[in-house]
């Protein structure tokens, strides 16, 4: 998913501020992507405006108290898993424990070939490094691992996060990614699914989870259209809710009912002053209808 065309010209001050909002809105996340580069035939589409969601996030835990802060998603195959331990770990510890691990394969086949990297076997990495984190983002100072491309013994890693056990959300809709969640993760951040599909898919992965003897809490996210509170008196573009407040969460609240648990939002805004208004309108006027 592409950052808003402000992001090019976003600058710390701009992150701060955003953050702040939702702090003090009661948003349960913030998320930032990942991506090391994007190939000139992509640019268009995509931008090369991706922050850096370790740098990102931990900047961002330096300015806000609550708020939650999600990878949404870290590109684990992209690197060693005990380098994404010491990462991972550090901003979660440093955080106060309020990291959310957001993990997919990737799809940027250049950006996989220029770091080295095997992008056909992306899927069957990740699904070993989700396995080495699990060891590395553990309580031991030396975790261990043992498996077909990583390895490791007697190596101490401090700090230790500060939650015992970090919830690893998997990203994606594929069937490969569906099944991932299901049974290597702690929740699924669907990828585009509209409304009309996320039953089905929910379906599936509570009965792959019951197939593979899963149990523990388990979360079901959806990224939703477009919002804007109230009227916009612009153009704020195609699939863009708006309207009052009521209205917003009446349609928010169907994805309850499908199954779903958290929600991702995403404002329609033209600058950061807009864009925190309607953070800030949202926390206030929507989400209070949301918690019924």
Known sequence: MPPDPGAASAGAAD?????????????????????????????????TVWYDPVATLSFLAGVTEHVRLLSHVAILGLRHPLISAKQYATLDHLSGGRLILGVGAGHV??????????????????????????????????????????????????????????????GGSSPAAVRRAAVRGDGWLPQGDPRDRLPAQ???????????????????????EALYV??????????????KAEALAESLREYGALGVDQIQVRFRSRDRAELVGQITAFGAEVAPHLND
């Open 109 to 170: 086949q250049e950006e996989f070939e220029a770091l080295g990297v095997d992008f056909a076997r992306r899927g069957a990495v990740l699904d070993e490094t989700l396995d080495a984190l699990r060891a590395a983002l553990g309580p031991e100072e030396y975790p261990e691992f043992e498996g077909g491309r990583f390895s490791f013994k007697d190596l101490g890693q401090l700090p230790r996060p500060a939650q015992e056990w970090i919830p690893v959300w998997v």
């Open 202 to 224: 929910i379906a599936r992965i509570a009965q792959l989870r019951a197939e593979a003897g899963v149990t523990g809490p388990f979360e079901v996210g959806a990224i939703t």
């Open 230 to 243: 109230g009227e916009p008196g612009w153009d704020t573009g195609r699939r863009t809710l708006t309207g």
């Open 15 to 47: 992150l701060a501020e955003i953050a702040r909002a939702a702090d003090r809105s009661g948003f349960a996340y913030l998320a930032t992507c990942d991506h090391v580069a994007i190939p000139r035939r992509l640019a268009g589409a995509m931008s």
